[in-house]
């Protein structure tokens, strides 16, 4: 039985958005490696958010 994904909403979208962007700003020349933990500081996310 297969069933069809679920549509995502669009303001959850649209956040998802913002966090992997905030994420890929927390990278610059003098930071051009940050792990997990160090991304998420520099983005203002939990760890797990900048996981996804």
């Keep these: 039985m297969k069933t069809d994904p ?5 303001a959850d ?4 958005m913002a966090k992997g962007m905030a994420v ?3 990278f ?6 940050l792990n ?3 991304a998420a500081e520099r ?3 939990t760890r797990a ?3 996804r």
């Design 6 to 10: 679920q549509p995502i909403a669009r």
């Design 13 to 16: 979208f649209i956040e998802g």
């Design 24 to 26: 890929l700003e927390s």
């Design 28 to 33: 610059d020349t003098e930071r051009q490696r």
């Design 36 to 38: 997990a933990t160090q």
């Design 43 to 45: 983005a203002g996310l």
């Design 49 to 51: 958010a900048a996981r």
